[in-house]
T-cell receptor
Framework: SQKIEQNSEALNIQEGKTATLTCNYT??????LQWYRQDPGRGPVFLLL?????KEKRKERLKVTFDTTLKQSLFHITASQPADSATYLC????????????FGSGTRLLVRP | GAVVSQHPSWVICKSGTSVKIECRSL??????MFWYRQFPKQSLMLMAT?????????EQGVEKDKFLINHASLTLSTLTVTSAHPEDSSFYIC??????????????FGQGTRLTVV
C-alpha cells in the first residue's frame, strides 16, 4: 500500500542553524510533491511545490529537493528562526495518486532562541 | 493567496445530535474540495473528496451515511456529522484545490472546526 513517512520525532535546533526535514514515500509515483506548514489549531498553509522533473526549488529561506529514484524529498530552512517552529507536512500528489492530497504524519520543528 | 472560510471554528454538541460545518471559497471557484479529520498529535486524514454537483468520494473506512457531504455550488461545500458521538470529537478541516482539482497547484485550507461531542 502507499505510504508517506516523515520523522515523527520533533526536530529541535538552535536559532540560525539549518533545519532539514525528510519525506519518504513508497508505492507512489507522484508527479509533484508539496510541503505545508501547520500551526496548532490551524489549517495547513502551502509553502512549496516541486515537480518530478525538478531536482531543487527555492523560496527565500526555504529549499526543497525531490529525488524520484530514492523516493524522497528534503525540506530545508536556512537561518532558522523561532517563528519557524511548527509542524511541516509533505504531500506527494499527481501521477498515480491522481488528484488526492494526502499528507504524511508531519514533523514538528522547534527552533530555540 | 486565495481564501477558504470555514464555519464554525468550534462547536460543542450533545451526543446524538447533528452538526453542519460549512466551507466556502471566497475568491475563486472550487470545483473540488477535500475534507479532513485530525486527532490530537496526528496528521490530517483525508475523509472524502467532494466535486461540485456530484456525489462525494469517501475514503476507505469513512461512513458516508454518518458524514454527509454536499457540494451544491462552486463556492460552498458542507460536512454534516450525523448522530454525533464522543468519538467523533476531532478537528475537521476543508481545503479547496485549484480549479478542476488539479494537484499541480497549491491547496487552500480553511481555519478548521473543533468539534466536541458531550
Amino acid at each position: 500500500s502507499q505510504k508517506i513517512e516523515q520523522n515523527s520525532e520533533a526536530l529541535n535546533i538552535q536559532e540560525g542553524k539549518t533545519a532539514t526535514l525528510t519525506c519518504n514515500y513508497t508505492n507512489y509515483s507522484p508527479a509533484y510533491l508539496q510541503w505545508y506548514r501547520q500551526d496548532p489549531g490551524r489549517g495547513p498553509v502551502f509553502l512549496l511545490l516541486i515537480r518530478e522533473n525538478e531536482k531543487e526549488k527555492r523560496k527565500e529561506r526555504l529549499k526543497v529537493t525531490f529525488d524520484t529514484t530514492l523516493k524522497q524529498s528534503l525540506f530545508h530552512i536556512t537561518a532558522s528562526q523561532p517563528a519557524d517552529s511548527a509542524t511541516y507536512l509533505c504531500a506527494p500528489t499527481g501521477g498515480d495518486s491522481s488528484y488526492k492530497l494526502i499528507f504524511g504524519s508531519g514533523t514538528r520543528l522547534l527552533v530555540r532562541p | 493567496g486565495a481564501v477558504v472560510s470555514q464555519h464554525p471554528s468550534w462547536v460543542i454538541c450533545k451526543s446524538g445530535t447533528s452538526v453542519k460545518i460549512e466551507c466556502r471559497s471566497l475568491d475563486f471557484q472550487a470545483t473540488t474540495m477535500f475534507w479532513y479529520r485530525q486527532f490530537p498529535k496526528q496528521s490530517l486524514m483525508l475523509m472524502a473528496t467532494s466535486n461540485e454537483g456530484s456525489k462525494a468520494t469517501y475514503e476507505q473506512g469513512v461512513e458516508k451515511d454518518k458524514f454527509l457531504i454536499n457540494h451544491a455550488s462552486l463556492t460552498l461545500s458542507t460536512l454534516t456529522v450525523t448522530s454525533a458521538h464522543p468519538e467523533d470529537s476531532s478537528f475537521y478541516i476543508c481545503s479547496a484545490a485549484g480549479t478542476g482539482g488539479r494537484v499541480n497547484t497549491e491547496a487552500f485550507f480553511g481555519q478548521g472546526t473543533r468539534l466536541t461531542v458531550v
